[in-house]
């Protein structure tokens, strides 16, 4: 071999190598700035109390509001895109088992739907906002990210599902059980580790959206009661309140943001750990 | 269950419709062609060019398009070529985490690092004046969002790759890096291109992240150190006032519906170059 093909192997490598390794560097990065800033002015306060004289104005209180409000709207949404999604995915799985085109073609759709971008959903959201007549209001926050996830929790869910080997499928079907039956029983059972990722996978996409919940959840200080009032939700508590000229009320856009890294991270690997203790009890 | 199923399948049909009956009031006044290509923009006097922000938006994309695409290619080549297998399980939750973290958080980081990095670095490195809320900043905080999203289906398109076409390479006495070159990237181009063009798609409908250090100033200027107000941004910005100026509600929804058809087509298309390299 001659000189400059060993060099060129040897630069690629390096130039590769150090790109993947830079990918690690950046994520550290990322959280070791967010952490740094955010547990400065992190305190129970801040976590338990919402914020006094205005989100805005207002130096004291914390950020429980928002905290709160993001919970509510993602853990709705993710219920109604469940309700939907689930079902839907089971569908592709079961009943379409045999038509591989349109299985894919549905795929096809579904993938090119995941690319919608939220702000889009958020603008959608504000237009069947108006037209229903209803005002910035927790309700409207939970059906734009129901819709905004919705397709996430399909594809990810079917994904899983679509690994099932047919066998076990054809078994339910031979011992006489409905296609329902075996869609909801056997699969279902089969697929629930990735259903559990795509879940959580979906609520975590939710609850860190902004754009979408921009127009429609609109924003307050104080915690929701009704679903007809408005909501505040951390990522736009961390977006109003960065643009204060206030530096307390900054401090709680800092915590705000170690908050909801500190949510993403553990919905990030409590889906690894669920879905590996899960499928030990698969049939393989 | 078939009923889900169609709602999903309708769900951008829905969302196309509501939009454009929103907007319609708009194409009264004005043309199409001459709503996207006009630069006036003056609400109150009914004056909507929306070529600034297109402009801004494409120059955002563009820039985050040159950061992230060779650090992608490299980084999946390594991954699926030469990387150990305990670095390839370090990798899986790192890229998880990356494409998981919100966009709001990524804005927060290119407050606190990036925009200082342009203007205290890049800027006086080409001797001009900038707050560091510009177009630079906002393509570097795109890239990085973009990054695990494009390596993804990077990673995924070299899998399909057969390993016996590696493996004859290999054996005429190629060197591992001349039949990445020659076999793996050439095989799965197709594939490559495709992941480039829905990356293109992601960061031309990211909202808050580019929004927060971008600038946000109407302009249409091809200078990277200069402010620029990207259509999402447009949109999101706005709302609180849109219902109080005549046809400003209408061009927000145009904006919108703007966002979703060009996304839509992009990844249409891309996505069906994926479904051909995956279905060979």
Same mark, same amino acid.
């Given at each position: 071999m001659n000189q400059r093909k060993i060099l060129e192997e040897k630069l690629f490598k390096f130039l590769s190598g150090f790109a993947a390794y830079s990918l690690i560097a950046i994520l550290a990065f990322i959280i070791v700035i967010i952490f740094l800033k955010g547990f400065n002015s992190l305190s129970w306060e801040m976590i338990f109390k919402t914020p006094k004289g205005? &989100? &805005? &104005? $207002?130096?004291? $209180? $914390?950020?429980l509001n928002a905290i709160i409000g993001s919970l509510y709207i993602a853990l709705g949404a993710t219920f109604i895109a469940i309700l939907i999604g689930m079902p839907a995915a089971l569908y592709i799985n079961?009943?379409?088992?045999?038509?591989k085109r349109t299985q894919n073609t549905i795929r096809y759709f579904l993938d090119a739907l995941w690319g919608i971008p939220s702000i889009v959903y958020g603008a959608f959201g504000f237009t069947l906002m108006l037209y229903l007549g209803m005002n910035a209001s927790l309700l409207a926050g939970i059906i734009t990210v129901a819709l905004l996830i919705t397709p996430i929790v399909v594809r990810t869910f079917d994904e899983v599902l679509n690994t099932i080997p047919i066998g076990l499928h054809e078994a339910g079907l031979a011992l006489g059980s409905t296609k329902a039956e075996t869609g909801f029983k056997i699969l279902f059972k089969q697929g629930f580790p990735g259903f559990i990722t795509s879940v959580l996978l979906a609520f975590g996409r939710g609850i860190g959206d902004a754009a979408s919940v921009l127009f429609t959840a609109g924003y307050t200080d104080l915690i929701p009661v009704n679903l007809d009032e408005p909501a505040a939700t951390l990522p736009l508590a961390i977006f109003f309140q960065l643009g204060s000229p206030i530096p307390e009320v900054r401090e709680r856009a800092f915590a705000a943001a170690a908050i909801l890294t500190i949510i993403i991270l553990i919905i990030s690997l409590g889906a690894r750990i669920i879905s590996k203790r899960y499928s030990k009890s698969n049939i393989k | 269950m078939v009923t889900a199923l169609v709602i999903i399948l309708l769900l951008p049909l829905f969302i196309g419709v509501g939009l454009y009956l929103k907007a319609s009031p708009l194409f009264e006044h004005q043309s199409l062609l001459n709503l996207i290509t006009t630069t006036e923009w003056l609400p109150h006097e009914g004056k909507f060019g929306f070529w600034p922000f297109i402009a801004s938006s494409l120059y955002v994309t563009l820039l985050a398009f040159l950061f992230s695409a060779p650090v992608c290619l490299l980084a999946a080549i390594y991954l699926t070529e030469f990387s150990s297998n305990r670095l390839i399980r370090i990798m899986h939750p790192v890229i998880d985490i990356l494409a998981g973290l919100p966009s709001v958080i990524y804005g927060v980081w290119g407050i606190l690092v990036i925009v200082p990095f342009v203007s205290d670095l890049l800027v006086p490195a080409v001797n001009t004046k900038s707050s560091g809320y510009t177009i630079m900043a906002g393509g570097i905080v795109l890239a990085v969002m973009c990054i695990p999203y494009i390596l993804n289906m990077i990673i995924e398109v070299f899998r399909t790759v057969p390993v016996g076409l590696k493996e004859a390479s290999l054996s005429l006495g190629a060197t591992s890096w001349e039949s990445v070159k020659h076999v793996v990237v050439r095989k799965s181009y197709p594939g490559i291109i495709s992941a480039f063009g829905l990356g293109i798609a992601k960061a031309f409908g990211e909202t808050i992240a580019v929004m927060m250090v %971008?600038?946000?100033? %109407?302009q249409a200027k091809f200078n990277p150190f200069e402010a620029g107000y990207p259509l999402p941004a447009l949109i999101a910005n706005n709302y609180g006032e849109?219902?109080?100026?005549?046809m400003y509600d209408s061009a927000l929804m145009f904006a919108a519906l703007l966002l979703l058809v060009i996304i839509l087509i992009i990844n249409l298309i891309f996505r069906y170059f994926i479904y051909k390299t995956r279905a060979r």
């Open positions: 205005g &989100y &805005y &104005y $207002g130096g004291e $209180g $914390g950020v079961v009943h379409l088992i045999r038509q | %971008v600038g946000n100033m %109407v849109m219902l109080s100026i005549p």
